[in-house]
């Protein structure tokens, strides 16, 4: 709806004329609109396809290239239209914008390439209507998701370590990614050799052998042949505390290392047998110590450095902790309530196996997990209608998350491949793009042989731009309007507080008394308003120095024509900061800032030099154009 | 037991027809009953679908151009804003509130609004069409003193009697004291409108009687220079 504001412009200037009467001060002269020509059509040109439309729909948006006197740069004198060298497809949503006032994303098109176009012809993706623009952002996010895996796959590591590299750097780099040296590799998989042996021994450990000359009893192999397997026990760790602890050594930040999971990992896996050397060999705390024995178990993720798959699992855990939290909340919460069901349903038969809920919470998972193992089993009719109520509902509370585990495994995995498979290609890639570069400079140097290069451009004639928009000349004579009627002026919220304090201090700013007698001027309020900007500049403490004002009145003006100027900015339709951009006809106000000290001197009274009244009639304060043109351009 | 296996089955077919006749009646019932809601909610439907594409036409371009002080270009391009932002060819207020707020985003313009598009819907229809629209632009833009200043009466007179009293003028001074907002130099007191009216009426009230009509509102206004040689600005705003 807020795309003509230009349309309605006529009918708010229309409608100020019921403020003449109330008016105390005569209205500013409106604003002269020298190029006004009749609407008329014209005519783009985009790489062939020839568009016509209406100029004031492109006078719609004045802050984008269409609606600005920037696609002056582009008019062809002898075809008499627009000639942009850029995609026809594209130009059609960019020239619906203007006529609809809503942006559409078209599906089908390159995400970044339409996001050239709008920057092109200066329009924001922002204002993308509703109805694209989740599509537009899930496509950007993406884009960037991509783009971001590709930076860092190519800063991960695979380029040439630099000739200065410390010992330190090699050897992490050796450890970080075995493929770049043989050393490395050979390290990588006598790691993997033996972390395979001491899984294995751990379980074969436990096999019963052939029982000893003179004994019955079968025998665990562990026991039978205890130095062996202590033997290589001692190895193995002893090997992974040395890997540890290189590890530690190389890593660019040990704490970090110190953090990351590898290394608890690591950690885990060579301390029972420390802890053990540690202890004595003492009855009582030896069952401790099997326990711990357990943890040798966990030498079997190590092998997640050899392994991308079991990487991308963790991920994948990592990822979907909130599902699967849910699933285990909802587990927990279905296993509670049929337990207590089920019990007090069996209560009543005699010798039942539910003797407890929390024996109960067995049968409920064992039932819900559809197990069934059978060692507890309802009797009474209320104990098996519940029992199959709990075996149904047992497989819909675990089918539900599982597709969302399922989905984020696929993505990560596919992630994954794509990176590996772009590592593969960049190299290609690069060769190829090498030999091209190669080609075009041999090229160059050898047409620089045969003939060298010609003579410099020609001189091409500074055209002279003129920046201003009509829509902004009605629309400040129109707030002028509105000043005069009501005698009061638009300002800021810092310049109004600053006044208020003032005020309530007690000065009387002779100010204000030296302005109303400048009446007489046509573009007073102009000057006060610099005043007013000036006033800002000051230090806004209470005790404001009011020779801070004179220092301040360092205006460069030069020449200003009666009639109001007013300096266009391309700004964007956000823009919170504007550009001053200098007119060849007319000149506008560069307002230099001096910081002031804090002065305590009350009763300075303002010299009223003619100097001052002088420099600041005339003068456009760039904060009125900035507020307006943002507001506006913000609908 | 054979028969009373068969007397059961009788029973239970003939408890099953009726109950299948029940079925049937309830549900031609429903169904009746559904097809009313449907093609109430149809209909209702359907209104609010015609209310909301109701299109309005202006009278031809000829009969414009004869009533309004317009050419036919110009007519034609006012009313190709106008159909562009309007595509169903008439303003209702709060769009005219939300297009007059544009221009005036320092303070709240909805109450001047307002009573400017009472003084533009001179039919009281609740919403401005194309003609209104062109009719009081004619007037403001290119009408001659005399009837740009009858319509700034219109405007003052909220309740159309005749006569313009302090309540509705003070009424109309602090709408547009609203449009300023609060960030002011000089910061606006609370009497200030107060304060403007007065100044108002000190001028325009010749008979002292505390109503301004219409002969002196135009008497006082053709004796002020200002405002005569300010009604001459806004002639080229086309």
Same mark, same amino acid.
């Not at chain 1, 001197?601 to 030099?609: G, Q, R």
């Given at each position: 709806m807020a795309a003509g504001v230009a349309t309605w412009m006529p009918f708010a200037r229309a409608a100020a004329v019921g403020w003449l009467p109330l008016a105390q001060q005569t209205m500013p002269k409106p604003p002269v609109?020298?190029?006004?020509?009749?609407d008329e059509i014209l005519f783009v040109n985009v790489s062939g396809l020839r568009f016509q439309t209406w100029k004031n729909t492109l006078d719609r948006?004045?802050?984008t290239l269409l609606g600005s006197s920037e696609k002056e740069f582009f008019y062809n004198e002898e075809t008499q239209e627009y000639f942009f060298d850029r995609d026809p497809e594209m130009f059609r949503h960019i020239l619906n914008f203007f006529r609809t006032g809503k942006l559409h994303y078209p599906?089908?098109?390159c995400i970044q390439a339409f996001e050239e176009e709008l920057a092109f012809y200066g329009?924001?993706?922002?204002?993308?209507g509703d109805c694209c623009m989740e599509e537009y952002r899930d496509r950007k996010k993406e884009n960037q998701e991509r783009l971001a895996e590709d930076t860092e796959a190519e800063n991960a590591g695979d380029a040439p370590l630099p000739p200065d590299a410390t010992l330190r750097d090699k050897l992490w780099r050796a450890f970080e990614? *075995?493929?770049?040296?043989t050393m490395a590799l050979v390290f990588y998989y006598v790691t993997g050799f033996f972390i395979a042996v001491s899984v294995i021994a751990n379980v074969v450990e436990t096999v019963p052998c052939? *029982? !000893?000359?003179?004994?019955?009893k079968d025998l665990p192999c562990g026991e039978k042949f205890s130095v062996a397997f202590s033997c290589l026990d001692t190895a193995c760790v002893l090997i992974f505390s040395c890997e540890y602890l290189m590890r530690l050594y190389a890593a660019p930040s040990r704490c970090d290392f110190a953090r990351s999971v590898m290394s608890v990992i690591d950690v885990v896996a060579i301390l029972p047998f420390y802890i053990g050397l540690v202890m004595p060999e003492n009855e009582e705390v030896s069952g401790a110590f099997v326990t711990l024995r357990?943890?040798?178990?966990?030498?079997?993720?190590?092998?997640s450095r050899h392994s991308q798959g079991l990487r991308i699992l963790g991920c994948t855990l990592q990822a979907c902790a909130s599902e699967l939290g849910f699933l285990l909340f909802s587990l927990t919460m279905a296993v509670i309530i049929f337990a207590t069901v089920m019990f007090y349903a069996e209560? #009543?038969?005699? #010798?039942?196996?539910?003797?407890s809920i929390p024996a109960s919470f067995w049968y409920t998972i064992v039932t819900m997990t559809t !197990?069934?193992?059978?060692?507890m089993v309802p009797d009474s009719i209320a104990g098996k209608i519940f029992g199959s109520i709990c075996s149904l509902s047992g497989v819909l509370v675990i089918a539900l998350p599982v597709p969302v585990i399922v989905s984020n495994f696929a993505r990560i995995y596919h992630q994954n491949q794509r990176a590996d498979k772009m590592r593969a290609q960049q190299k290609v890639r690069q060769a190829r793009i090498r030999m091209a570069k190669k080609g075009a400079t041999n090229a160059f140097l050898q047409h620089k042989e045969d003939g060298g290069l010609q003579g410099g451009d020609s001189d091409s004639t500074a055209l002279c731009v003129k920046n201003r928009s009509a829509f902004e000349h009605q629309h400040h004579h129109l707030l002028q309007c509105l000043e005069k009627t009501t005698n009061h002026e638009f300002t800021d919220e810092v310049t109004y507080s600053e006044v208020c304090m003032m005020d309530s201090v007690g000065f009387r700013t002779s100010r204000s008394t030296s302005l109303s007698? &400048? &009446?007489?001027?046509?573009?007073t309020c102009c000057s006060r308003r610099s005043k007013r900007r000036a006033i800002r500049l000051a230090?806004?403490?209470?005790?404001?120095?009011?020779?801070s004002v004179q220092e301040l009145a360092t205006l460069h003006i030069t020449k200003t024509p009666v009639g109001t100027q007013y300096p266009q900015s391309r700004s964007n339709?956000?823009?919170?900061t504007e550009d001053l951009k200098l007119n060849c006809d007319d000149y506008t106000a560069a307002i230099i800032s001096i910081p002031t000290p804090p002065a305590n001197?009350?009763?300075?009274? !303002?010299?009223?030099?003619p100097a001052i009244p002088g420099i600041l009639r005339n003068s456009r304060s760039s904060t009125y154009n900035t507020q307006e043109t943002v507001k506006i351009s913000s609908l | 037991m054979h028969t009373h296996i068969h007397t059961l089955n009788q029973s239970h077919t003939h408890t099953l027809c009726v109950a299948v006749n029940m079925g049937l009646v309830m549900g031609t019932f429903s169904m009746q009953s559904n097809k009313q809601d449907r093609t109430y909610r149809k209909d209702k439907i359907d209104d609010d679908f015609d209310m909301s594409i109701v299109c309005h036409r202006p009278e031809g371009l000829d009969k414009l151009e004869a009533q309004t002080n317009f050419s036919k270009r110009e007519l034609q391009v006012l009313y190709r804003g106008f159909k562009n932002e309007c595509p169903s060819g008439v303003v209702n207020e709060d769009t005219f509130k939300q297009i007059y707020a544009q221009f005036f985003?320092?303070?709240?313009a909805s109450t001047y609004a307002h009573y400017l598009f009472n003084a533009f819907d001179s039919a009281h229809s609740g919403s401005i069409t194309f003609e209104d629209f062109v009719m009081a632009l004619s007037t403001l833009l290119r009408g001659s003193v005399r009837e740009k200043l009858t319509w700034t009466f219109n405007l003052y007179d909220?309740?159309?009697?005749?006569y313009i009293n302090k309540e509705e003028m003070t009424d109309i001074v602090r709408a547009i004291y609203d449009m300023?907002?609060?960030?002011?130099y000089p910061a606006l007191k609370t009497d200030t409108p107060k304060q403007h009216v007065d100044a108002f009426f000190q001028k325009?009230?010749?008979?002292?009687?505390?109503v301004v009509t219409l002969d002196e509102f135009l008497l006082s206004c053709q004796e002020d220079e200002n405002i005569m040689r300010s009604l001459q600005l806004f002639e080229n705003v086309i």
């Open positions: 609109d020298k190029t006004s020509r009749s948006y004045p802050d599906r089908h098109e329009i924001i993706p922002e204002i993308i990614n *075995p493929h770049t040296s052939r *029982p !000893l000359k003179g004994s019955v357990v943890f040798r178990v966990f030498r079997i993720f190590k092998f209560k #009543g038969t005699k #010798g039942t196996t539910f003797s !197990l069934g193992y059978g060692d007698s &400048q &009446q007489g001027a046509t573009t230090n806004s403490t209470v005790s404001v120095s009011r020779g339709l956000n823009a919170r001197t009350p009763d300075e009274s !303002l010299p009223n030099s | 985003p320092h303070g709240d909220i309740n159309r009697d005749g300023m907002g609060k960030y002011t325009m009230d010749k008979n002292r009687d505390g």
